[in-house]
């Protein structure tokens, strides 16, 4: 067999696996023969040293099955799948219903992360609105009221800043916490998928 | 030989054959062969296995018009190769007490 049909031979069989691990099989056998050949073997010898096509194939394949690089195909029972429609209404419902609790937790999260910035800004309009008050107070001459009215507004500049740099951080946090449930929740899954 | 055992062996077989030079794969065929019986079947995996591992590096270097791959042992492979070696001490414990207990026997 000539180099250019064993290697079709050999990617007619190793298809299944990724292409890239593919391209990769055929580029090492391709040098292999060229290496053979330049070492003094004619053509089909070289071909001929390197076993046939279909071992090949099957030894690539159980290394990448090894590694867990293959895609794994589950075959399902005939019992399995009436039990998968006739369970439909059970199933479809409680993933649904769940499907809902989760949404409603990130909705949560994610108007907490909103609401937060309420605070800053209401000190923020106390400040501003106590400030105006100062002046005026100044303007009518009632120092008292002025002092009175300067100190709410420093109060409430001073927890607009701490309110602004908590909530700062806050956005970041709660993606933070969606994305760790959710791989959680992923992870949880796949184990009971492996351990099946 | 039983497989899973040559296969732990093979590869530190062919760390051993590349050494401390860059090798392609038909020259580590070559150069294992005479001691011990492998084909490129073998070789490849075992290859694509320790790169994966980073016992490998593999670089690309024009040959006769085509390119060729050459393997370099990696520190973390000169490791494999050492603790192999430290190992051997206790395969042969282990093979001392099998072969004590199949003789009494």
Known sequence: MKKAAFLRSLAQQLKGIPP????????????AVSDAMDDGLDEEAAVRS????????????EELAGGGKLPQTRKRSGFTVLLLILGFPVWFSLLAAGAGILTAVFICIVALAVAAWALPLAFAAGTLYAAVCA????VHGNLTVCACFAGAAL????????????????PRRCAALIRTIWTKLKALCFRRRNAK | ???QLKRGLLDVCVL???????????????????????????LYPILRRLEEADCLNVRSEEYNGRLRKYYRVTPAGKSRIEEFKQDWAEIQEIYSFIAERTQAT
């Open chain 2, 16 to 42: 051993a054959a590349i050494g401390d030079s860059d090798a392609y794969g038909y020259q580590i065929i070559k150069d294992i062969s005479p001691h011990v019986e492998i084909t490129q079947s073998t």
């Open chain 1, 135 to 138: 002046l005026l107070a100044l």
């Open chain 1, 155 to 170: 109060v409430c500049a001073g927890l607009c800043i701490l309110t602004y740099q908590l909530c700062k951080s806050l």
């Open chain 1, 20 to 31: 890239s691990d593919i391209r990769q099989t055929l580029a090492y056998y391709s040098e």
């Open chain 1, 50 to 61: 390197l076993g046939t096509a279909e071992e090949i194939a099957l030894s690539v394949k």
């Open chain 2, 1 to 3: 030989m039983d497989i």
